[in-house]
């Protein structure tokens, strides 16, 4: 009897947390038998053959008869078509340093345009997308400096001649077929004979360049099927180190926006793959990539806002996730099928995106099926490690670990949102326009422990819900790991955030508990060092807030929030504003303010102290 209660027990336990031993994960593969021989077997002959094939595009022309959220759907592509049949051609007009915007509109039109040709034939609307064609590949390039303006372009223009095929003059194919040589894949292949960084990369970069060079070779596989095979190889063999961004459990460490970016563009790889040679190559085998759209799930807060760390934006669109509703036709889950934005009425839908031609496809793919449901407490590890809290009376809480030289990353180890009642009560300063900044010669992108991205306030810890010590900033490469998660009733998860205060103190563990249905506890014990001098305990927000003995109340549209500070009742609490923020270069965010707990470190007892903040309604 004895034995039974212990192994009850044991189960009790290993049921209601889960201990996340760092440890090594092993890289995916996708399958890769490119080779000359194989393309000339395998590649369909007829078009189209990109995303489109002519029985999916049978299928796709019988549910916009039958199912009303495809037809809704494609009225929208209609809609979006007609708008740019006025419009001036595209310029080759650079924007700092990149044409990135041109070959986004170029991809977003076509998409528009070479969708309505698919399915009706239009002899307007097939003129309309040879000008555009004969427009780009009258480019003198398309930027090879900034590589994701070619690979945009270069999908673009694939898509473009594979859709209209049937019906663009001979001389626009050939057009086009040398631009996507010459322009797109050549530029790919150094003469120095090393790979470009992208093409082994692992972030967006390598989903969107990839991605794009695969269209360009399936488009340019008759007239030089040896450069098509060695450059679909290549982004088989480095398209992996992009997936393993994504592991251990579907975390995209670059942000919600960002995984609709990176993961847009491996999507359509997918779709591109499956509709040319008959097969993906394993992409849909590899489960973080496929339990990545649990995590875009989860970004998604109650107010409409993201959950929105690293460079992601701050709010989501009206607009179904198109990019989701691929996930969903490939596991019938509903949850990744938004169907209620899907038959928003298709003249309100806002603006649909550069993809949303091919999403038509995989949105009339989608059949349901039984499916898990979202968990409402979840945690996933990987190279910026988060944890969500959800529940009922619009209940939100994320917090994370990670290291600021992750890409796009930030120093906010250990920072957190919290939202309830429809108001985010904790914000993160969130993202600035990349161009605003570099025009002024801002180096946004190094990222050395001095250098000048750390100087904004929202990519330093200065400006985010973390722990600061000595009024120092964090150290770039001190990565914050996810230690512990328990699930049940009184939902909790550890964040051991050592490593980004190296040499300001001996250790630091910070714990969140949802301790109840609108209420969540923030926890920090904390080792000190001779080195430490301060500890101080942030939290950011737009709310008014009112200092209090014992805490604070904050107010926001019409509601309240109660800070109680359970560790130090008889610390005072300050107030620093944001609004203006301290430089000119910052991002200027109306009524941004810092509550502050001070705990000088001469004061912890031992060299230990616990700072205990809760957040209740």
Known sequence: MKRIILLFFCFHLLFANRLFAQQDVQMPKLDNPMSVSYLKKKLRKSHPRLVLNSSIERDVKKKIQSDPIVKNYYAAIKINAEKLMDKPLLERIVTGRRLLSVSREMLYRVNMLGMVYRMEKDPDVLSRLNDEVIAVCNFSDWNPSHYLDVAEMAMAVALAIDWGYDGLPRSTIDMAINALIEKGIKPSWPENGKNPGWAYGGNNWNQVCNGGM??????????????????????????????????????????????????????ITCAMLESAFGTDFGHTKHEAYMNSAIFRVLCNAPTGWYYNFADCGDRRGQNADDILAWF??????????????????ADR????????????????????????????VWAGRGHNPIAIFTGENGYYFGGKG?????????????????????????????NQDYHELEKTGFDLWANCQDCQRWTLLTKNNFGHSTLTINDRMQKVNGEATLLELKEGDRPEVVFDITAPYEGMLKSAKRTFTKDGAASIIVTDEIETSPETKTIRWQLMTTADVELTKGGAILRQDGKTLKLNNLSHPEYQLSLVSFDPAPLELDRQIKGLKRIDLIVPAWTCKNGKETIKIQLTK
């Open 214 to 267: 695969i269209a360009a070779s399936v488009a340019i596989a008759e007239k030089d099927p040896e450069l098509a095979a060695k450059t679909i190889q290549r982004a088989l063999d480095g398209i992996p180190n992009a997936l393993a961004s994504y592991l251990p459990d579907g975390v995209y460490p670059e942000g919600s926006t960002y995984w609709g970016y990176g993961t847009g563009f491996t999507v």
């Open 328 to 345: 969903a036709a490939k596991t019938g889950n509903k949850t990744f099928f938004e169907a209620d934005r899907l038959m928003i009425p």
């Open 349 to 376: 839908m806002n603006r649909l995106s550069r993809l949303g031609g091919a999403a038509l496809v995989w949105i009339a793919q989608y059949k349901e099926k039984p499916g898990a449901d979202i968990p409402s």
């Open 402 to 430: 990670g290291r600021a030289t992750t890409s796009h990353g930030n120093m906010d180890a250990g920072s957190f949102i919290f939202e309830l009642q429809g108001v985010r009560w904790v914000v993160d300063p969130g």
